[in-house]
DNA sequence: CCAGCAGCCTGAAAGC
DNA sequence: TGCTTTCAGGCTGCTG
């Protein structure tokens, strides 16, 4: 039997949040799902955060790809002969972009972005299902908000694209910090994080060099720049503590070494590694598309075990603030 | 331009 | 037991 620490040092109200493991197990899981599937519907909660769904109407899904924290769904025109309403015709504005999209006149492709935020879903009706949004016919209903109501599995969905093979792609999010937009592809200036994304940890411009140049040209602390998303793209609190745990690198440090940053970013990298091969982190709310919880929580070292001994020395970890978020780290193998 | 921070949002847990 | 307060966190937009 395992023993407990005291209640008042387990983080019991830890929720964790997608970060880039996350996004990228739902990403291998709807990849294969979505592929060349038309949306045929689509249902959208009443929130500017989410209504951009609609535009999706009419759409071919292709590829599903991930940037970050971000999940980007390429849409094509539909194959349908009769002209999707919801398409809108090449925007005149952007004469700047050097990319010209080589689409059929008058259509741009599109992408369809996600942003799962802290608490946001993604899945995929199994075909044949008897779930109510299953047949279209039930999204009149949905949109009379009686049905999307009135069950608890249903009552924090956001929005619902309904495919041409009878299937839906569901996004649900209790806290609505997600987002959607659908954007002409590659366009992402509307949004600022995605737009300033760093490059993914596995890039082969996330250099040590590269990364200790941005950590030192600035005046805030290491932790705030790795969770900026500006420096390198995709970590979160979790990843961010673990890295500079495996580091040794103190995360309220304003500067770090040639040989710490070869160190860090070899840490970020691994760190992210071996939580994709464990299907994510699930400490409460995560979920893959398939609704399984990750692996992950099982193999963190310094995440959530503030009052715990540090597996390295045998410190006691502490909890600190930074940049408003909860911090664990280790006194002793991380000094400033 | 940069850094810091409030606000968004909800449910769970702690506190009273 | 039941009510109130606190906390978690990614991102946006405002302020100094």
Known sequence: MRLQPPLGLCSATLNNVPE???????????????????????WAFD?????????ALGSRLQGVRRRGKYLLIDLDPAPDPSPAPALAPAPAQHPDRNHVVESSPGVAARELIVHLGMTGRLSVSSTGSEHPSTTVSSLTSWEQSTRVESSSSQRHLRAVWVLDDGRSLFFDDVRRFGRIAVVAAGEHQSLATLAALGPEPFDDDFTADYLRQQINSTKRSVKAQLLSQRVVAGL???????????AQVHPAAKRITKVQSMKLRRDIQEVIAVAINNGGTTLRNYRDAEGSAGSNQHHLQCYGRAGQDCLRCGTTLRRILIDARATVFCPRCQRR
Not at 22 to 42: A, G, H, N
Not at 48 to 54: C, E, Y
């Open 47 to 55: 929130s500017p955060k989410f209504t951009s769904a609609h535009q």
């Open 236 to 246: 979160g609190n979790i990843y961010v503590d673990e890295a500079l745990w495996r």
């Open 20 to 42: 880039l493991p996350e996004v990228e197990t739902i990403r291998r899981q709807l990849d294969p799902l979505l592929r060349d599937c038309s949306v045929q519907q689509v």
